[in-house]
């Protein structure tokens, strides 16, 4: 459940940039599986990864973090 908030919140913001999946897995380093697998739910994605992100879409971790229910 909560990969699949992550996961929403970063597909959400890829598009609202402008990115398609290949354009944003391309810069991250990572196959368009993995993003696709994240975007979805099916992965949890490590600090790591929402840092670089964050960094690619220019926006905060505060922005990616999905609100508290």
Do not use: C
């Amino acid at each position: 459940m909560e990969a699949e908030k992550w996961g929403r919140r970063i597909r959400a913001f890829r598009k609202l940039k402008g990115y398609t999946q290949e354009g944003l897995a391309g810069k991250l380093g990572v196959s368009v599986s993995i993003l696709g697998e994240v975007e979805r739910g099916n992965r949890m994605p490590t600090e790591e990864f929402l840092l670089e992100v964050a960094d690619i879409l220019k926006v905060s971790i505060d922005d990616l973090t999905p609100p508290e229910e």
